[in-house]
């Protein structure tokens, strides 16, 4: 019955497609189904061969990035101290846009398939250690006082109690990834591989082949689909139970003086220095292309570079800032107005969560070719990418609303507005925040690789422009500062998630 | 066969003292009774004998050994208020696993799961059990390492009435045949009576001892004597004393 349903609403949004296209027969912006099939057929081999390959780069990068996950969250649980400074440079890693470490890959590793593993295994593992590091401690405090009595360590805790508890988690985060990875191999290919749907995907959008960058671009997100749901079924034959899907609530500890926090942020970016510049020599890269942090420091230290770096950033954020913001508040938004209506909440919310995994940058070339190469096609593009997520968490969080609380606003008659107002919209709250700070990121991303692809402004402009020129200084520093500013955003907004949740939520700042 | 010994141990949790220079000393073999108002610090000195917590002053020895070695080698067991049992696991497998730990056979998984009432139930999931069933799988896995010292923190609080009768009637003899050194923290003075040689009556927090009450009923028959006059003069003993703690 209700399979029968979608099938017909499936049914009636390909005739809509098909008549958008046929009314339009010259247009740029739209190929209908029948189009897109007859590209499909015509260049079947060619795309295959494409998307084998694509798959599997995304699939070695899935393996080697969730293999980086589970090696750091273990590493964490087993050395418990180590855990501050391994989740700042985890985190520190995932912030930097995937389109920004692909050009530095690229010359570190040459023309093969190198960048695109990279890539889909950065664009993975944090995810998953971070779903991972919450699964691992989600054991209750009984179960570790029992191998204390019987006088086992950590590693016997890891073993016989962690890794089993913590497997609904891991799927959860598996889950994520599987579409991440493939996000992550087509952005390695962007970035200029021989082969790939991505690099057919360049040269359709170049080449202003309509029919082309559809097919490519329902290729690439039904591929990515597919490994979701792979992922998906997996999870629900091993593990019944696992939770739809997690927060990435903050880090749960004891509040720090400043000093401290300063003197934390002071060891950390020596760390990085360190690592950056131990990691070059140890690898004895040549210092044309990988610069050290003293040539990265003489570049900026002049003023026309640095001019030239903080203009094009200033056009980035013009852009991300927008559509950081719009993607915010719509997602709210929606989730606020479904739970007026629970019942259409309930049924949006399977859509909402398995449209929130669409890679949306697969599709970035069909929003481009939609919306333009201007503000507004870039706007689009990052307020769609921070949508989905923020949409499914917060309508994740309403339901986390105590059903006591409900009940008592309803024993007193209160209106729906109320209770939305004085319980549901608290109990959101910490999802909202969840969600936001994961966006920077991806918000990062998304600005970066629609300049990169389109729009011909802002920093990801002058890093592909800097990747062909071998302008490796304006390159790296590129990358060096899209970093700094997604870890001050990031800490920002982590920074009012505490101030917030203090009074909202204080049961999870303690 | 090792004996334990509390000297002057001291404990705070924040600014509340829980426990202040209490000296108790448990003799090998036998079984006693902690009773005592809630939060009056039981619990704490079960998990300071189990390792669990570590006395801010004072000291703990079970035998010549500190609680972490016995712990080590396996001669600790402790059944907790809440059952504890990992899910993914069945009954047999969850027993089993108190010898695994201990680095002991399991050949006795059968006997016990008979023992506390489970036969039928070995092969299914705590989840697929009653609270009072979760309950005595645990406390099977507590038996199952034949510990030296075996620390029960409430195991019957969710434990049915009629289980619980057939448990406080089955369980002694074997941890008696065991010459296991038992201390038990609960809240039912009938309990505490029937199952130790001794009950220890604690005084609100900080702990004080109010009463050491040795128990010497002919145990043979302690099933019918809960209505006996011997044994209600020890229960009133206890209840005298816990009232006095008012």
New interface residues.
Partial sequence: MALGRTMLGVLFALLVWEGLARVQPNSVLISGPTDILAYITGHSGLLFRAATETSMNAVLGFFWGNLAAVALACFVILVPKSEWVVSALALLVFCIPLIASGPILRVLFGPGAGPQIALAALAVYYTTFLALVVGLRAISQSWTDLMTVYGRGRLSTLFVVRFRASLPYLFVGLQIAAPAAFLGAMIGEFTGAERGLGVLTLRAMRGLQTDATWALAAISASLAMLGYACVGLLKSKLTPHAPTILLSTPRVGQKRALTTRILGIVFLSALVLVLWQGLMDLFNLNSFFAKRPADIWNFVSNTTNLNTLLTALGETLAYAIPGYLAGLVLGAGLAIALTLWPCVARATMPTAITLRAVPIITTAPLLVLAFGRGLTGTVVIVAVMVFFPTLVACLQGVRQTPMQIVDLFESYGASRLKLLRSAQIPAMLPALFASARMAVPAALLAVTTAEWLATGRGIGVLMALTASTSDYNMLWSCVVLLCLVAVTAYAGVSWCEKRVLRVYASEQVV | MAGISCSSIRKSFDRTEALSELSIDFQSGRTTALVGPSGCGKSTIL?MI???ETPDTGQIAIGQETP?Q?????G???A?Q?A?L?P?RTVRSNIA??A???RKPADRVDDLIDLVGLDGFADHRPAELSGGMRQRAAIARSLI?EPEVL?LDEPFGAVDAITRRRLNRDLPPLWRELQTTTLLVTHSVEEAVLLSDRVIVLSPRPARILADIQVDIHRESTVSATTSPEFRAFATQVLAALEESE
Wanted: glycine share 12%.
């Fill in positions: 998990r189990a390792g669990l972490k016995v712990a080590r080698r396996g600790l067991a402790m907790f809440d504890s990992l993914w696993l108190g695994e730990l201990a390492s620390l």
